[in-house]
């Protein structure tokens, strides 16, 4: 590997770098402990799982631990309708994201631009916590709550997303290919489609991921708009049945672990995409 | 019939004016390249004439019609840009004929132009690929492919050689010039480099800070320029310029050194003016001419065929002047220099040439 | 011949009308569903309403009383005290990885940039839940640690305690979240130009010199940059108490914070008008604090120039 920006290490440094990285991998271990652990659980019997000390190895009740789950609700359901609900929001807010950021990435002679790029910097800090009640109210007034519609509709307007997509945009695509895009007669929208889209899509694919796990992951909004326990995401279903039956230890970590495993795929496949997201927010 | 034309162009960007009045006719078939330094308009001139920048005022003619209004794609120009501007994403066919098909031309038409263009500039063998398989110099020419391919009424370049490297440069610039004969259309050629200026124009326009400082032939702004600036601008090494004073009958005395100046009409006594003597119009030999400056030599630059000898004269002004790689001065030699009284252009303290 | 263009030339018009037209959806559903409700919000902090009937203008009475209650008192005190420790641990453990993954680590950089992250994927109400995994009073992996330790079986309810279930928030914040600082962390420390520390290498500055003197100053937009995000994020923190202390704010509101007050004035005693006063109590704190941290950071720059 590297040399480290040190040059060339005396074995003081070497001993001392070794050290770091024991230290590292030990805490970095103790941070996978709890998600471990719940795998382990989730196949384990209800006994095995309050002896001291604890199992640390996979066990064998992972199908009796499933039956018990579907006791009280189809296990899939809450992943289906998180799906549901994560779909079509992240299409939808990769698209309205990315078609605003072009905008105003590309559009800055335009009356109002200043304006439009201000106000759209503001929103990050709008606290959501200020619209939620009015929100619901106004959900309610239009027969959204107990619907999906609340979580997908507006969600398609962030104001990240589109920061986020005015500096990729700005960053990726030269002002000079807008204007060999004019020349070749390929009006604002026909560019955005034919040449900056399939430039962006790395960009777009980032955007896609970080909304994916985060809205995978909200429980706020769900848990004000929502009241059906058929209709409970992920994060809902499993805030309810750790409550209502936490004496099934192993069976609420599988479901657990059920809910947790499209976000580690995800991630799995797409983790570099969603490092580059993160890290976009901080490059303003 | 002139294929574009300006009548009194300007451009402001909300109040600051950056294009005063530009009134300009390119011929067809002609090479006309914009040139001055940076900040000069020369770009915002030709972005005007694409379609890319609006005109604040004056009309803008392509074959005779007011094009004012019309948008980019249908002015039936063709553009090159400095950093290319080549989609990423498509492949060299797909970038030579994006702009057909954005117009809806025929799979078949399309294809056969972009064969056609490849073949001109020997891309075949790069149909397939994307640009960032490309050298510079084949990415410089898959950007003019694309002009090609739309048979415009005219080509407009935007600096389009600063991206390459020196030797690449004078290679591409050769194959502009060979494409400019072969295709014989109009070409608008934006340059800061005055050597790309005088090698490939027909027509050269000198540009300063939004205004024409003049518009001639290489070869009449270099013998014959209308003012300091252009004097200064055209010519490498520049033009030296010597602060004089007119003394009786059309003489001026740079020091103890006095000139007959060759001119029509008749200068003040008194009054200060600027000779120009071109570098290369310098030398020591005794038949290098009759007017004769004392020089110190400070700095000598040997550039194996010719060197290039500064100094100064006697009363402090710098002067450059270029020598044969035979004849070598040294540092500290004190030479004395001599130039033709025809060689010598007079500028009058405004920087409007005497004649 | 010669006519002065006075009105908008067509080309200007069609490229203003792109831009508008690509702006359309963000600015449309944003003003309808963001703006709208908000500006609603501002109204109902004024008002009496339980949602049935129309809203009762009572002035400042929601904001006075908002003061009043001790639990809303409690909730902001709870709040600061969360927010301030978790930010503090988050960032500064984040900033010790993150400096030692990108400088001292002797192998597998890949993997430790990646490891502290797999936590933040995991839902706070998610985590909440695992984390009573080790912490619930009856067969808590902790419980039964420390009976196994003394001999005596242990039932102390760590969830329930005042003293414990706020750090218990902390660090469940610390879990998930030092992961997203260490990437923001990285990321500023690659943009800092190798050049420097090859130029303080051969002026003969030491290790812990330039750890202090450049990588950390340098790194100060990301660290701002964090800082702010945290104060965004804890301000308004809600998932992770909620979930601990399945929705009740713990014994005697010992993990209540203002965004959970918020909701339960709201949602379980249907006093919107209260809630929206205290939402935009929230609003005030974020303006104040992102205007603090502006003025820091535009005093600590102003203090390297000099």
């Avoid at chain 1, 619209?131 to 509709?153: E, K, R, S």
Wanted: aromatic share 12%; net charge positive.
């Amino acid at each position: 590997m590297s040399k480290g920006i040190l040059g060339r290490m005396s074995n003081r440094e070497k001993r001392f770098n070794i050290g770091v990285t024991v230290a590292l991998g030990l805490l970095s271990l103790f941070f996978l402990l709890p998600i471990y652990l719940t795998a382990v659980f989730a196949t384990r019997t209800l006994n095995e799982v309050f002896q001291f000390p604890p199992p640390l190895w996979f066990g064998d009740n992972i199908v009796q631990n499933y039956a018990n789950i579907a006791n009280v609700f189809p296990p899939f359901r809450p992943i289906l309708n998180s799906l549901a609900v994560a779909l079509p929001k992240t299409v939808g807010l990769v698209l309205v994201s990315s078609l605003a950021g072009y905008g105003l990435s590309r559009y800055t002679r335009a009356p109002g631009h200043k304006t439009l790029l201000v106000v759209t910097f503001a929103t990050l800090f709008f606290p959501p916590s200020l619209a939620l009640i009015p929100f619901f109210l106004q959900m309610n007034a239009i027969g959204w709550l107990n619907t999906f519609w609340p979580l997908i509709v507006p969600a398609v307007a962030s104001g990240f997303g589109v920061v986020w997509m005015y500096t990729y945009v700005g960053s990726t695509v030269p002002r000079e290919l807008y204007e060999a895009a004019e020349m070749d007669g390929a009006g604002g929208i026909a560019a955005f489609f034919f040449v900056v889209v399939p430039i962006i899509r790395p960009g777009l694919a980032a955007l896609a991921v970080w909304t994916l796990i985060s809205t995978w992951n909200d429980f706020q909004l769900p848990l004000v708009v929502l009241g059906d326990g058929t209709k409970f995401t992920v994060p809902l279903a499993l805030t309810t049945l750790s409550t209502t039956h936490y004496s099934d230890m192993p069976a609420v970590m599988l479901a657990t672990l059920m809910g947790l495993v499209p976000v580690f795929v995800l991630f799995a496949l797409l983790s570099r995409q969603f490092i580059a997201g993160l890290t976009s927010g901080s490059v303003k | 019939m002139s294929a574009i034309e300006l009548r009194h162009i300007t451009k402001a960007f909300g109040a600051a004016k950056v294009i005063h009045g530009v009134d300009l006719a390119i011929e067809s078939g002609e090479f006309c390249v914009f040139v001055g330094p940076s900040g000069c308009g020369k770009s915002t001139l030709l972005r005007m004439v694409a379609g890319l920048e609006d005109v604040t005022s004056g009309d803008l003619l392509i074959n005779d019609r007011i094009v004012n209004n019309v948008a980019p794609s249908e002015r039936g120009l063709a553009m090159v840009f400095q950093s290319y501007a080549l989609y990423p994403h498509m492949t060299v066919a797909g970038n030579m004929s994006f702009g057909l098909r954005m117009t809806g031309m025929s799979k078949a038409e399309t294809e056969r132009r972009v064969r056609e263009a490849a073949a001109i500039l020997q891309l075949e063998p790069l149909l397939g690929r994307k640009p960032s398989q490309l050298s510079g110099g084949q990415r410089q020419r898959v950007a003019i492919g694309r002009a090609i391919v739309r048979q415009p009424t005219a080509f407009l370049f935007d600096e389009p050689l600063s991206n390459l490297d020196a030797e690449l440069r004078v290679q591409m610039r050769i194959e502009i010039a060979k494409l400019h004969q072969q295709l014989g259309s109009t070409m608008v050629y934006v340059t800061h480099d005055q050597v790309e200026a005088m090698t490939l124009a027909d027509k050269i326009v000198v540009l300063r800070a939004g205004a024409v400082e003049q518009i001639g032939r290489p070869v009449d702004l270099y013998r014959d320029p209308d003012n300091l600036f252009v004097a200064g601008f055209i010519g490498s090494p520049k033009m030296n310029m010597l602060p004089a004073t007119v003394q009786a009958n059309n003489s001026a005395a740079v020091g103890s050194t006095v000139a007959r100046l060759k001119l029509v009409s008749a200068l003040t006594p008194g009054a200060n003016v600027t000779l120009g003597i071109r570098p290369e119009s310098l030398g020591i030999g005794d038949d290098a001419g009759d007017v004769v400056f004392q020089f110190d030599v400070s700095v000598v630059e040997n550039l194996g065929g010719e060197s290039i000898v500064h100094g100064r004269l006697a009363d402090g002004t710098v002067v450059r002047f270029a020598q044969r790689g035979d004849q070598r001065s040294r540092v500290g030699e004190v030479l004395s220099l001599r130039c033709r009284a025809d060689d010598i252009l007079a500028f009058d303290s405004d920087g409007r040439r005497l004649r | 011949m010669v006519e002065t263009v006075s009105r908008t030339p067509a080309s200007q018009w069609r490229r203003n009308s792109a831009f508008y037209i690509s702006v359309l959806p963000f600015f449309t559903i944003f003003l309808a569903f963001s703006v709208f409700p908000v500006v609603f919000s501002f109204y109902l902090g004024f008002s009496r309403w339980d949602g049935f009937g129309s809203p009762v203008f009572i002035g400042f009475q929601n904001y006075v009383r908002a003061l009043h209650d001790p639990v809303f008192q409690k909730a902001v005190a709870n709040t600061i005290y969360l927010w301030f420790w978790s930010t503090l641990l988050t960032i500064s453990l984040a900033l010790v990885l993150s400096v030692a993954i990108n400088e001292y680590v002797a192998a597998g950089k890949t993997y430790f940039r990646m490891v502290f992250l797999v936590p933040l994927l995991v839902a706070p109400a998610i985590a909440a839940v695992v984390l009573r995994l080790f912490f619930s009073a009856n067969g808590g992996l902790v419980n039964l640690l420390t009976g196994a330790m003394t001999g005596t079986p242990s039932y102390f309810d760590w969830l329930g305690s005042e003293v414990w279930i706020k750090p218990l928030v902390v660090l469940l914040v610390i879990w998930r979240w030092t992961g997203w600082y260490i990437i923001i962390f990285l990321a500023g420390l690659q943009s800092i130009s190798r050049d420097i520390y090859e130029a303080a290498r051969m002026d003969g500055v030491g290790r812990w010199a330039i750890l202090s003197r450049i990588t950390l100053p340098l790194l100060m937009p990301s660290i701002a940059f964090a800082v702010i995000t945290a104060t965004l994020g804890g301000l308004q923190m809600f998932d992770e108490p909620f979930v601990l202390t399945q929705g009740l704010g713990g014994t005697n509101n010992s993990a209540t914070t203002v965004g959970m007050y918020l909701y339960a004035t709201a949602f379980t005693q249907l006093n919107f008008g209260l809630g929206s006063a205290v939402s935009w109590y929230i609003f005030a704190a974020v303006v104040v604090l992102t205007l603090v941290y502006r003025s820091l950071m535009r005093r600590t720059k102003a203090g390297e120039g000099a």
